[in-house]
């Protein structure tokens, strides 16, 4: 009986041994304007801005094409670059911000282009007063939870898709089992490749947003945080195995 026991934990680790050395290597101002005109040197990026970003690197020309928004928090998460504040930046210091990100990750010679798509929500004020706005709206939300950079509540805004509320998240852990997330909308629950949409962009999975869903991006079965971790473990199970098939 326990050698049938040891053998099952055996076979377990095996099978999850790709995914588990996967999950080791993954690794100012807000206010609102009311203008149609936007003045890319004056106008500062703030929640809620869709931003639009194109990345050729090297000589094989590499093209990356991003399409982004800004999250409460007044950040964007870019895959291999990470998280970039332009909260209160303008759209040429955004720009330059990015530039420094990308020479940090990538060596080769890279051109990178960056312009806002959409300004934010326009909110209008009564005239006369800087705190009552004349119409806020009733706010919505939409929820993220598990392996993500910060869990919690985040406002519903029309049109958004999986994609851009793991980016308001801070995108997935290196724990994260990002293949595996779920969008959990009443009693329904449908599946969402995380891996797929983000990281090889099969846009036309992503799934679009309503208010109330729920994200959850569920952790890994195995997980090592270095490298010694994971080779203890190998260690153990081999000896534990030798140990009972020896008798």
């Not at 206010?31 to 990345?55: F, T």
């Not at 805004?157 to 290196?174: C, E, N, Q, R, V």
């Amino acid at each position: 009986m326990l050698k049938k026991l040891v053998w099952g934990m055996l076979m377990i680790f095996v099978l999850n041994l790709p995914t588990a050395v996967l999950a080791q290597a993954t690794a100012s101002d807000t206010g609102y304007i009311v203008s149609d005109n936007i003045i890319e040197n004056e106008y500062k990026l703030g929640p809620g801005d869709q931003v639009a970003a194109n990345l050729i690197i090297g000589e094989n020309d590499m093209s990356l094409d991003y399409l982004l928004v800004v999250g409460p928090d007044g950040k964007i998460f870019i895959p291999k670059v990470g998280e970039i504040e332009l909260l209160g930046l303008t759209i040429p210091e955004g720009k330059k911000l990015i530039d420094q990100k990308i020479k940090e990750v990538y060596k080769e010679k890279f051109t990178f282009s960056f312009r806002l798509v959409q300004p934010r929500k326009v909110q209008i004020y009564l005239s006369g007063s800087d705190d009552k706005p004349l119409y806020l709206g009733e706010k919505k939300f939409v929820y993220v939870y598990g392996q993500v950079q910060r869990s919690g509540r985040f406002e519903y805004l029309s049109g958004k898709k999986f994609s851009d509320y793991i980016s308001f998240a801070g995108g997935p852990t290196a724990q994260a089992n990002f293949s595996a997330s779920t969008i959990t909308r009443g009693d329904k629950q449908v599946g969402a490749d995380g891996s797929d949409i983000i990281f090889n962009g099969r846009s036309e999975k992503d799934i679009e947003v309503m208010p109330g869903d729920v994200i959850n991006v569920p952790a890994q079965f195995f997980y090592f945080s270095d490298f010694t971790s994971f080779t203890s473990l190998v260690f153990t199970t081999i000896a534990l195995y030798k140990t009972v098939f020896s008798k």
